[in-house]
């Protein structure tokens, strides 16, 4: 997911629908590397931190954490997680407009990162949706090649063939899921060398 020309364009607040938390914000971090923008990281437990957990601010209260991300520094991006679940607070949507016709001014972006889609009919205008993907082939392989690479002794090889049955097989999960149904699979192939992989990993998904 390409989230630079939003950022660029302006986009004062996006919302990505992930279960993935954690691809999610890999995602925006390396976005923000790119764009040389600074990122703070907000959640109802434990309040604002930067990307390494530096510079901790127990700001927990989501209308006061809405409120101190307005009043900071431009070129930063703002990950609010869960942030979803306090749109039935009227000061909160109220805080939210003004942060729509701010932000693109000041080139701050806040991102709210949350599993489900939930906004109130207020703000639906002011906020641009984007669904995640789940990992595509590619991530698929990378995640396999992590797990299979140190473990070739144990496991036996493989066609080229094989390999290609086993990413195409974890197609649909998260990358959570994948490494699990692969790190599975790998474990009961060692003690039976006759069961191909992919099809280890089909059952398992």
Known sequence: MNLSPYIKAGYSILYLQSVEEARCEGN???TAKELKRDVRIWSYTSGFADSDGGNPD????????????KGEKPNTIFIMRDFHTFFSNPKILRHVRDIASEFSQQKKTMIIVSPVKKL???IERDVTVIEFDLPKKDEIQKIWNSLYTPRTDKIGKFSSDEHEKIVHAALGLTTVEAETAFAKAIVERASDTTQPISKLVMREK
């Open 28 to 30: 925006i971090l390396a």
């Open 58 to 69: 127990v700001t927990v209260d989501p209308q006061e954490a809405l409120i101190k991300i």
């Open 120 to 122: 109130a009919p207020e």
